[in-house]
């Protein structure tokens, strides 16, 4: 089966003294197979211990490299992956003042973003690759943060 994999940048929905445009960098992978209005769950995964968003899709040489990816064995089951580096984390915006991002900070953002992108999900405006997902079902998916 064939996975869809969309790459974003998302506004963070925060404010922070000196900074504009604060981004969350994403990414959403799902099923090619998914269907209008089906039942789907998405896991929300965000990384722990100052790893990035791929820390879910571990990079491994060989035969079987897939098997170190829980993004793509979650996708392989049916369910619809969101991953998300928090703020000055990957790909994310880097503000000039680390100390500025706080427990606060970092939960409002990382909230606000999924919102953005569960909502368009369910709307089926995130990508025309995928249907509306009205049933979405959302679980979050941390580590050790």
Not at 16 to 22: A, D
Request: charged share 20%.
């Amino acid at each position: 089966m064939e996975s869809i994999t969309i790459q974003l940048h998302v506004d963070a929905g925060v404010e922070l003294p000196g900074e504009s445009m604060l981004q969350l960098a994403a990414e959403v992978w799902a099923p090619g197979d998914l269907e209008q209005g089906s039942p789907v769950t998405a896991l929300v995964c965000l990384p722990g211990g100052g790893m990035t968003r791929r820390y879910f899709d571990l990079p491994v040489e060989g035969d079987d490299a897939s098997s170190f990816s829980f993004a793509r064995q979650m996708v392989d089951r049916g369910f619809v992956v969101i991953l998300i580096d928090h703020l000055g984390i990957g790909e994310s915006s880097r503000p000039a003042d680390g100390y500025a991002l706080n427990a606060e900070v970092v939960a409002k953002a990382n909230a606000h973003v999924t919102s953005h992108i569960v909502a368009k999900l369910k709307a089926g405006s995130l990508s025309k690759k995928l249907p509306a997902l009205q049933n979405l079902r959302t679980i979050g998916v941390g580590h050790s943060m």
